[in-house]
């Protein structure tokens, strides 16, 4: 309440509106491209096998198949995050949408392997948008059911991947890899298609100043959820910081210690041009309120990222008949045929992950949950590090899925909540990257290591990762269940403050 008037932040009003209708289409709208981004990521499982038998590829430049998208999703992740700090949520992943669907659909006619190495890379470099769209949808749901309604979120994920392992088991065999790559960029199609009716978050706006444009949405937002605004003006945590700046000291007042002084200006600076410079938005991450949760949580990003596509990796090239290393298992009609059965049943495996976040995330917080299922994964993988059946490997691999299919969901709900808005994308963008660079390794210890009969080695390396990772999360400063965002990197100080 600012000079006796009643005053309402973004997160109150979200509050006082609850989860309706409104955020019913942004689910819808941000689910489809989550849809699709597992789509172009689980076809990675079959394309690699498929064009090495076609174009005679090595064991390497299989592998770099998979390498290449990641290492295009670094540099998207990074470059989005900014691009949607500075110029909104809406810009920043309609641009992903057209890179992502266009060089998708144009792989499916290369020529070469030279030619789908570059527009996958491409296709990495639109898919580095994805945690755009993750804290753009996060920004529209009340604080008290923010954590149901992110899993509810990631289901989507796991529906992209069921649903494109059921389209492979369906085209590979008839179509071939071709028809897959142009059906499964289609998801992406359709968040060009019904661009024109997202809105942009209110949150970034009433940080940039345009608080006009905010307040028409939250109206619209109340309007479609058929109830209302709560009374008096829209206000911000910079109202808020501006108001108690009029009681700063005088002459007459104490001052702060020096060490104080340095402290007040790192963070007001860092308030004032995270927004404004892309360079300076990446070293707001590592000022003396973020570092400590940027660099943890960097950690956490590659570590689930490497083993959860490891964990993919390791369906099909344990499973596949072209493991040179155990020459008397049951081979398969041809001999670069990936089981498709395999994959798809490993697939199902996100359900129970979805269920097992859902279960935990707000009733045991985002840190036990990560933690646990982190330290769960690893008694799953344990023994793999010798060669077992191909139902006793599939079923191990199944529950290893679960658990960092579950750790991972948990990780895209806690980063976004960690940052506040002025850096949020750039944050989680940031961190997505690191966690690609986990993508990018992880064929050359999923695949060569395996193809080199070493997969004792390769499933202990993927055990020391994932015991660290949840070492890390562990270390976090602070849990964020049922706690409103933050705005400013000064309110970010301290753990976010409770929601009402």
């Known amino acids: 309440m600012a000079d006796g008037k009643p005053s309402f932040t973004v997160d109150e009003a979200l ?11 942004v689910l819808a709208y941000a689910g489809m491209g989550w849809i699709g981004e597992a789509m172009e990521m689980m076809l990675l499982s079959f394309v690699g096998p498929a064009v090495q038998s076609l174009w005679n590829l090595s064991s390497r430049q ?60 491409l296709v990495g470099l639109g898919l580095g948008g994805g945690p755009v769209l993750a804290s753009w949808y996060l920004e529209f749901i009340p604080a008290p ?35 897959l790559l142009a059906l499964s960029s289609i998801p992406s199609s359709l968040l060009l298609l019904f661009y024109r009716w ?37 206000s911000s945590e910079l109202d808020t910081e501006l108001e108690e700046n009029k009681n700063l000291p005088t002459e007459k007042t104490l001052l702060l210690k020096p060490g104080e002084v340095g402290e007040a200006v790192l963070v007001s600076k860092t308030v004032l041009t995270a927004d404004k410079e892309p360079g300076f938005s990446l070293l707001a991450l590592l000022s003396p309120t973020l570092i400590n949760r940027t660099l943890l949580l960097w950690v956490v990003f590659f570590g689930n990222a490497f083993a959860y596509y490891g964990v993919v990796l390791l369906t099909t090239e344990l499973t596949s008949s072209h493991n ?29 992950g979805l269920l097992l976040s859902a279960a935990m995330v707000d009733r045991l917080g985002r840190k036990v949950s990560m933690a646990s299922m982190l330290f769960t994964c690893c008694f799953f993988l344990l023994p793999l590090l010798s060669h077992q059946s191909p139902f006793i490997t599939t079923a191990l691999l199944f529950g290893g899925r679960i658990c960092i299919s579950a750790a991972f969901t948990v990780v895209y709900i806690y980063a976004p909540e ?29 695949v060569g290591l395996v193809h080199g009969c070493h997969q004792t080695i390769a499933v202990l390396l993927f055990e020391i990762v994932i015991l660290v990772s949840g070492i890390c999360v562990c270390l976090f400063p602070f849990e964020t269940s049922g706690r409103d965002l933050t705005d ?13």
Not at 73 to 97: E, P
Not at 206 to 219: D, F, M, N, P
Not at 222 to 227: D, E, K, L, P, W
């Open 145 to 179: 059911s923010r954590g149901t309604w992110m899993v509810v979120f990631s289901a989507f994920w796991t529906v992209g991947t069921i649903f494109e392992a059921s389209l492979a088991w369906l085209v590979m065999p008839r179509l071939g890899w071709r028809w």
């Open 324 to 352: 040179r290393c155990y020459p008397t298992e049951k081979k398969l009609l041809n001999s670069n045929d990936v089981n498709y059965r395999d994959v798809f049943i490993a697939s199902f495996a996100e359900v129970p």
């Open 488 to 500: 400013s990197i000064s309110a970010s100080k301290e753990s976010p403050s409770a929601s009402v």
């Open 198 to 234: 997202t809105s942009e978050s209110p949150r970034y706006l009433i940080l940039q100043g345009r608080k006009a444009e905010a307040l028409s949405i939250l109206e619209k937002i109340a309007r479609m959820n058929g109830t209302k605004l709560p009374p008096g003006d829209l």
């Open 15 to 25: 509050v006082a509106m609850g989860f309706g209708k409104f955020q019913l289409y």
């Open 418 to 446: 960690i940052y506040p808005t002025a850096v949020r994308t750039t944050g989680v963008g940031v961190a997505s990257s690191v966690g690609r660079i986990g993508g990018v390794l992880c064929p050359l210890v999923a």
């Open 62 to 121: 299989e592998s770099f198949i998979t390498s290449v998208v990641f290492a295009g999703m670094l540099i998207g992740a990074y470059s989005w995050g900014i691009v949607s700090d500075k110029h909104g949520r809406r810009k920043g992943f309609i641009i992903t949408a057209v890179v992502t669907f266009v060089a998708g659909f144009l792989s499916s006619f290369s020529p070469s392997y030279t030619w789908l190495i570059i527009l996958r890379c």
